[in-house]
């Protein structure tokens, strides 16, 4: 019979250490049957969540060999293939308090959920009568970001959070946030960017690591959306917006990035604090003090800047 090892890191409230459990390998199957196979025919003390085994309540979320899963939807056999072997170590989503073996706290993830305020503040001219209508377009705008089943993938994945959890949030609070922001029956969509802003929206590293969400909702690109949602609201006196505009600055005008004068044109005269890091820059090569008065532009950058400025008219960028 054909077995897969499956090296599982338990966790009985106090002690943390692994087990290994040699099962029959059925590719057809899901992770969470192997999982329940062996509550039901090895060890009762394996402790998981599932609820639907629908992909829907994203419930039984958990890492194989580093990287999250739905457990209900993923086959073993795609596991196998992707990892090229029938030994996997199975553990529990990272970034999560974990309770027992592959159980997490979500206690307080649902309360960070809060800060950006996860309900839409409906406009006023809705009332109870009239309902809050929408048009299948606007409709569309917000239509993947409802496919968020939280099942904490994101948030596992996410090397910002890994980094320091006090100056980010969990991606798919982003995501709530962007989606009551562009909601078109939104009274207003700082009630929900605001919170975003003083809780590290501009902090995300990119690196796409949250793109592995099971429903495609792409939270990287969520955030960037929320982000432009404050931009468009004036708030651009903060690092990440003076980045964002510096970049702008020189595609328009050269199409090159000039990073002598981004580094200023986004920390200003603070830069100043940061004059190892410069130097550090200088030494390297990374940086040509030149530049500060003159870059040659790149060739054909007439039609870029056409392609920029008609994409800020589309958007309604100032
Ligand atoms: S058991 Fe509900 S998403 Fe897997």
Known sequence: METVQLTIERFDG??????????????????????????????PTLNFTASCRSAICGA???RVNGNAFLACDTRMEKMVQL?????????PLGNFKVISDLVVDWDDKIERLKITKPTIQPKKEFTQETGCKQSPAD??????????????????ECTALTIDSNSFLEPFT??????????????????????????GLWNCVRCFQCLKCPKDIRPAGRISSLRGVTMKHGVKNNLGARHAYAFLTDLRHGGRLNETKLLLRTEGIV??????LAIRLLLHGKVNPFELFHQAKITGYVPLAHIVKDAMQKEGVK
């Not at 830069?271 to 190892?276: F, G």
Request: aromatic share 10%; net charge positive.
């Open 14 to 43: 106090v002690t943390s250490y692994t087990q290994k459990y040699d099962i029959p390998y059925s590719p057809g199957k899901t992770i969470l049957s192997h999982l329940f196979y062996i509550k039901e025919n090895c060890d």
């Open 60 to 62: 039984c979320a958990v």
């Open 83 to 91: 990892f090229k072997t029938k030994e996997l170590t199975i553990a």
């Open 139 to 156: 409709f569309n705008k917000i239509a993947v970001q409802w496919d968020c089943i939280l099942c904490g993938i994101c948030a596992s």
């Open 174 to 199: 982003f995501v709530q946030a962007e989606r009551n922001a562009v909601d078109s029956r939104s009274m207003d969509p700082m009630y929900h960017g605001t919170p975003a802003l003083q809780h």
């Open 271 to 276: 830069v100043m604090k940061r004059t190892a």
